[in-house]
C-alpha cells in the first residue's frame, strides 16, 4: 500500500500546489511589493538545502532578513536573530507566509507538501541523526510531523525521531493530520522561536531547577 500511496501523493503534490499557485499569486505580488519598498535586497531569499537522498536543491521563500545577514547559518545559533530580521519579516515569519514560494519547489517536483522539513546543507547533526531513521530517503516537505510537535521548540535528536515516525507511520492518515495540524499551529503560532531550538527541553529543565530551588 505505501508504494501504491508514494504514486498517489506525487500526483497530489502537484496537483494541489498547482491549484495554491494560482490561489496565492496575489499574495506573492502583494508580499513582493511590500518586501521590495521596505527593505534593500532581493524579494526572494534562495538557500541551499538537502533533498529527497541527500540530493542539494536550492529551497526558495520570500526574504525575511537584512541582507546582511548570515546566509547559511541556521536561526538558533545566531546570538540575536531579531537584529537581522525585517519588520515586515516578523509578520511573513510568525504567520509562516514566508515559506509560500515552496509551493513552486512542490510543483518543480523538489518538495512535496507533506514531510520532513529540508535541512540546510551544513546542518550535519540532523542530517545524520535522520540517516538513523531513512528520514533523508523522502522527499522534504513544506510542513511535517515534528512542526506540528514543537518546531522551533524542538532539539535536533527529537526533531529527528519525530521525521523517523513519519517514515513509519508513512501514508494518508498521518500526511491528513499534518496538513490539519499544520493549519493549527499557523493560526496559534504555534513553535515558533528565533533562535528557539530546544526551548521544549530548556522550559522543562528550567521548571525542574525552579522546583529544586524552591
Keep these: 500500500m505505501k508504494y501504491i500511496y508514494v504514486g498517489i501523493k506525487w ?39 538537502i533533498g529527497k537522498n541527500k540530493k542539494p536543491f ?9 541582507i546582511d545577514a548570515p546566509h547559511d547559518t541556521p536561526t538558533h545559533m545566531l546570538n540575536d536573530p531579531d537584529q537581522y530580521i525585517t519588520k515586515f519579516g516578523k509578520f511573513l515569519r510568525k504567520t509562516s ?12 517536483g523538489k518538495m512535496s507538501i507533506i514531510g520532513p522539513r529540508p535541512a540546510l546543507w551544513n546542518q550535519y547533526d540532523l542530517i ?18 515534528a512542526q506540528i510537535h514543537g518546531r522551533d521548540e524542538l532539539e ?3 526533531k529527528a525521531k519525530l521525521d523517523g515516525e513519519y517514515v513509519k507511520k508513512f501514508g494518508f492518515i498521518i500526511d491528513v493530520k499534518c496538513f490539519f495540524g499544520t493549519i493549527k499551529s499557523v ?4 513553535g515558533v522561536v528565533e533562535g528557539g531550538t530546544g526551548e521544549i ?6 521548571k525542574t531547577d525552579d522546583k529544586t530551588n524552591g
Excluded at 101 to 107: R, S
Excluded at 187 to 190: A, C, L, M, N, V
Aim: aromatic residues 16%; hydrophobic residues 45%; proline residues 4%.
Design 201 to 206: 527541553h530548556k522550559e522543562t529543565e528550567e
Design 187 to 190: 493560526f496559534k503560532h504555534e
Design 156 to 158: 535536533i535528536a527529537e
Design 11 to 49: 500526483i497530489l503534490d502537484r496537483l494541489l500546489s498547482l491549484i495554491a499557485g494560482i490561489l496565492f499569486f496575489p499574495f506573492f505580488l502583494l508580499f513582493a511589493l511590500i518586501i521590495k519598498c521596505s527593505s534593500r535586497g532581493p524579494i526572494l531569499f534562495k538557500q541551499k538545502r
Design 128 to 145: 545524520a541523526e535522520r540517516d538513523k531513521y531513512g528520514v533523508n530517503k523522502l522527499y522534504p516537505g513544506l510542513t511535517g510531523w
Design 97 to 108: 507566509m514566508d515559506e509560500l514560494p515552496q509551493i513552486y519547489n512542490i510543483l518543480f
Design 58 to 66: 536550492m529551497i526558495w521563500k520570500f526574504r525575511t532578513m537584512k
